[in-house]
């Protein structure tokens, strides 16, 4: 978006996509649907029109998840990191809780079932480059590893 007549032009494509939907009776639902601006600050506003008629703002936000990726308007992967540690920190309490005694074998089939996809589900997506982000994962994974029997 460089000006106003990009945001003008997106909202005739809104347009021509919900009159496209009713022409093949495959409804949208602007409840759903949702805006993000990203790379740019110009304050816009688009609507669609609902099944009963009405014009709909569609809802502004800057964090967003999608297939299990939060997606924040900055597209850092910040927030991707510490939800992923968190999911990590639980699944390895559960871990801890229900297996009192692991020797190296069972440790590590858990490991690799239970609490490494955490960390790894769509890694490609949001690929954690900030130091923080990194120090964040390192220090659940240096958690889990304390946690292996030696």
């Given at each position: 978006?460089?000006?106003?007549?990009?945001?003008?032009?997106?909202?005739?494509?809104?347009?021509?996509?919900?009159?496209?939907?009713?022409?093949?009776?495959?409804?949208?639902?602007?409840?759903?649907?949702?805006?993000?601006?990203?790379?740019?600050?110009?304050?816009?506003?688009?609507?669609?029109?609902?099944?009963?008629?009405?014009?709909?703002?569609?809802?502004?936000?800057?964090?967003?998840?999608?297939?299990?990726?939060?997606?924040?308007?900055?597209?850092?992967?910040?927030?991707?990191?510490?939800k992923?540690?968190?999911?990590?920190?639980?699944?390895?309490?559960?871990?801890r809780?229900?297996?009192?005694?692991?020797?190296?074998?069972?440790?590590?089939?858990?490991?690799?079932?239970?609490?490494?996809?955490?960390?790894?589900y769509?890694?490609?997506?949001?690929?954690?480059?900030?130091?923080?982000?990194i120090?964040?994962?390192?220090?659940?994974?240096?958690?889990?590893?304390?946690?292996?029997?030696?």
């Open positions: 978006m460089k000006s106003k007549t990009d945001s003008a032009i997106l909202q005739n494509d809104l347009d021509n996509l919900i009159a496209w939907s009713n022409q093949w009776l495959l409804k949208f639902n602007p409840s759903k649907c949702k805006l993000m601006h990203i790379g740019h600050n110009l304050s816009t506003e688009y609507h669609m029109v609902d099944d009963i008629g009405r014009n709909v703002m569609i809802e502004e936000t800057s964090l967003e998840k999608d297939l299990g990726i939060y997606i924040s308007s900055d597209l850092k992967p910040s927030t991707q990191c510490a992923a540690a968190g999911k990590f920190r639980s699944v390895l309490a559960m871990v809780r229900n297996f009192k005694k692991l020797d190296e074998e069972d440790f590590i089939l858990i490991y690799r079932t239970y609490i490494r996809p955490h960390m790894e769509c890694v490609q997506a949001w690929s954690p480059h900030l130091v923080k982000d120090r964040t994962l390192e220090s659940v994974q240096r958690t889990a590893t304390k946690m292996a029997p030696t």
